[in-house]
């Protein structure tokens, strides 16, 4: 006991991997309950840079154990390549160390040909999706037709499943979309592949947490994703395919609501977002380049899987109390506070101005929000450099103020503030 959980507060890439990098230190277990490669976790250790997509970050903590949970979805090909990566690096990633459920779905090429040809086809009604066959794989997985990575022990069983289910989607590829068909004797044997190197990982996920669990060892459930990414809860239709709120660690890694501990909401200092939606308090200009940096600095506001530039804003206050309803949210955690550093004056959204009424919360329909206009607080800024700081008392007193008006109007603590991606750049309130 008990399990913890780092939650997504905004639009993703809030720092959850950097943040779990921290908590990790004091867990016994890591495990990822939803999402896929569609993540992109960077964790700063030392200098040295580690980005992770699919293996929890907490497998740069030799101590601790990785649990890939069922409530994501696996491309094969992609783990499989950044264990090597890790290895090279020096980092075990046996099966003592990763283990995968074996109900967890898994991603095949179909997928990301279906993904590819979907946005096509939505045209300038695009989603901006990862393309890594996220969405086509939880379809599968809702429609009931999906494969799981409990065929890793099974190697016929794969191979007639592999087929029947390339076969399937090449009617829909080549039929529906105009695509190309994809060669159902290659996967197969690539698949046949990869189950030879993972089986070995597979465990069952609920059976080994809820033993652990039992045994008073430590669990941390790191988010992919964030509250506005999620299926029901955010800006719908420009979502994941997931929950990434705290609901689906529940489901996504079968255990139950009386073994959490911490809910933990991570959010930046800012907000940013990729890919399509509304966006309220979204700038442009001459701001929008400073918070999103020109891209010469690792942390600057560019996609760890895609590359794409992010979009960003102010705070959004409206945002962190609907994720603090959503998740339960114990407390937060803000990073990238060093980024306002040196502007004059920096702008929280605490409320929306919609026809004409000032509104507290998000409206849940996209044609409301894309006419909600920010409210704006405010507050005076600093100028001091803070990424060396490390004590609450020693941040400039406006920035201290800035943690406490966001505790204040979200009604949780600010239990800790990230002034840089390394270990040690934090502050504990
Ligand atoms: P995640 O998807 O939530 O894990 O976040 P990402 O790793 O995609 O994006 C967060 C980026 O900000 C990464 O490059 C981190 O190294 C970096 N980062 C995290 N916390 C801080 C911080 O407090 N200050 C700065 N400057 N960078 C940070
Ligand atoms: P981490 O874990 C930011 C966004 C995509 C797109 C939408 C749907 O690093 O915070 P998908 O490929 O999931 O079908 O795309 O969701 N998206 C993310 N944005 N961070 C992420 O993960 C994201 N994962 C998906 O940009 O708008
Ligand atoms: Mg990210």
Redesign the pocket.
């Given at each position: 006991m008990p399990l913890d959980m780092i939650i997504?507060a905004q639009w993703?890439?809030?720092?959850?991997?950097?943040v779990t990098d921290l908590l990790a230190a004091q867990a016994d277990i890591v495990a990822r309950y939803s999402g896929g490669d569609n993540?992109?976790?960077?964790v700063?250790v030392k200098g040295e840079i580690f980005k992770l997509h699919l293996i929890p970050s907490g497998i740069i903590h030799p101590n601790v154990t990785c649990l890939i949970g069922n409530g994501v979805v696996l491309n094969p090909a992609v783990l499989l390549r950044e264990m090597a990566s890790l290895a090279e690096r020096g980092i075990d990633v046996g099966p003592d160390r990763l283990k995968i459920s074996r109900n967890t779905h898994l991603i095949t090429p179909a997928h990301i040909a279906l993904d590819k040809a979907k946005e096509t086809r939505r045209g300038s009604e695009a989603i901006g999706t990862t393309l890594r066959g996220i969405g086509p794989a939880y379809t599968d997985k809702t429609e009931r037709t999906g494969l799981r990575a409990e065929l890793f022990a099974n190697p016929e069983e794969l191979a007639d499943q592999i087929q029947a289910h390339i076969t399937a989607k090449n009617e829909v590829l080549t039929k529906i979309y105009g695509a190309e068909p994809l060669d159902a004797d290659v996967v197969a044997a690539e698949y046949a592949q990869f189950a030879q190197h993972l089986r070995d990982h597979l465990v069952y996920g609920s059976v080994y947490l809820h033993e652990a669990l039992q045994n008073g060892r430590s669990v941390l459930a790191e988010g992919a994703q964030g509250t506005f990414l999620d299926l029901d809860h955010g800006t719908y239709p420009f979502v994941t395919s997931s929950a990434p709120t705290s609901g689906g660690v529940l489901v996504g890694l079968g255990v139950g609501p009386r073994m959490i501990g911490r809910i933990i909401g991570?959010a930046k200092a800012f907000t940013s977002r990729v890919g399509g939606g509304p966006f309220p308090s979204e700038l442009d200009g001459e701001m929008a380049h400073r918070l999103r940096g020109t891209g010469d600095k690792?942390?600057d506001e560019y996609g760890?899987t895609t590359g794409r530039p992010r979009r960003v804003g102010w705070l959004d206050l409206v945002m962190l109390r609907h994720a603090v309803r959503i998740n339960g949210l114990t407390e937060l955690v803000i990073?990238?506070?060093?980024?306002l550093s040196g502007l004059d004056e920096i702008q929280v959204c605490n409320a929306y101005r919609l026809d004409g009424e000032t509104i507290d919360f998000y409206p849940s329909d996209i044609p409301s929000l894309s006419r909600c206009q920010p409210v704006y607080n405010t507050l005076p800024g600093w100028q001091e450099d803070i990424m060396a700081t490390r004590q609450l008392a020693d941040l400039p007193q406006n920035a201290q103020n800035y943690i406490q008006f966001i505790t204040d109007e979200t009604g949780v603590p600010v239990t800790a503030v990230?002034?840089?991606?390394g270990r040690s750049?934090v502050i504990h309130l």
């Open positions: 997504g993703g890439d809030e720092g959850k991997g950097r993540a992109g976790h960077t700063t991570i690792p942390w760890t990073t990238k506070l060093d980024i990230s002034v840089g991606p750049q």
